[in-house]
């Protein structure tokens, strides 16, 4: 069964900081890994990454991938109230495409 | 614009009863997935259909039943047998492609 932990479970920050959220995996024939952000509702899709060691980076967001040693983290630099949300991370393997998240890691930034 | 509705997006029901949650995609995708939510929790499956007519449980399907008679259409009943039904339910389809899941706005349940 694949399996998915995020750590940690929540954090408290100030506007300014700099954030770094884990996502470790066990996966069967690990496809992909995707990180999203929950604001309210549905889940927004932040990177998709499939390659160890190749950054992705989207404005002060950036997520990096070892498939050695099973993790990803998702940096955020300079947080803002705005980047307050759970982030969830999910394992794609290749027997189909279903989606395994972790339980996510909420994230408050205070002003 | 093509895209993922669930409604109702509130729902309040009293236990014991049944109740459908719906979900409706425009986006020609042929795989459609029902996830739990509980609070401060991830999302789990609780059934998926990769193609019309057929479909499979996943991790959470006790207590839940779903159907695909057309590709757009992806109901979720959730029946009197679950025995914890309050949570948030997120519907999503799939192009197949690794990123391609787009996701709906969710439906609230509560059982009072």
């Known amino acids: 069964e694949d399996k998915v932990v995020q750590s940690p479970l929540s954090l408290v920050v100030h506007e300014g900081d700099t954030v770094t959220l884990n996502c470790s995996y066990e996966?069967?024939?690990?496809?992909?890994l995707l990180w999203y952000k929950q604001e309210k509702k549905a889940p927004t899709f932040l990177f998709m990454l499939t390659s160890s060691g190749i950054e992705k980076k989207s404005g002060r967001l950036s997520s990096i991938l070892d498939k050695k040693e099973l993790f990803s983290i998702l940096n955020i630099t300079a947080t803002q109230t705005g980047d307050s949300a759970v982030y969830l991370c999910a394992v794609i393997n290749n027997a189909g495409n279903m989606l395994t998240f972790g339980g996510g890691t909420r994230l408050m930034v205070k002003p | 614009d093509g895209g993922i509705t669930q409604s109702p997006k509130y729902l309040f029901r009293k236990e014991g009863q049944n109740v459908t949650l719906s979900c409706e995609q425009n986006l020609n995708h042929d795989a459609m997935y029902w996830y739990r939510q509980d609070p401060g929790q991830g999302l789990r499956l609780i059934y998926y259909?990769?193609?019309?007519?057929?479909?499979q449980k996943g991790d959470i399907a006790e207590g839940y039943s779903v159907s695909r008679e057309k590709k757009e259409s992806f109901p979720l009943t959730v029946t009197s047998a679950q025995k914890n039904p309050t949570a948030f339910y997120l519907c999503?389809?799939?192009?197949?492609?690794?990123?391609?899941?787009?996701f709906g706005s969710g439906t609230r349940l509560t059982v009072v």
């Open positions: 996966v069967t024939n690990f496809r992909s």
């Open positions: 999503a389809s799939s192009t197949g492609k690794p990123g391609g899941y787009t």
């Open positions: 259909s990769q193609i019309v007519n057929d479909f």
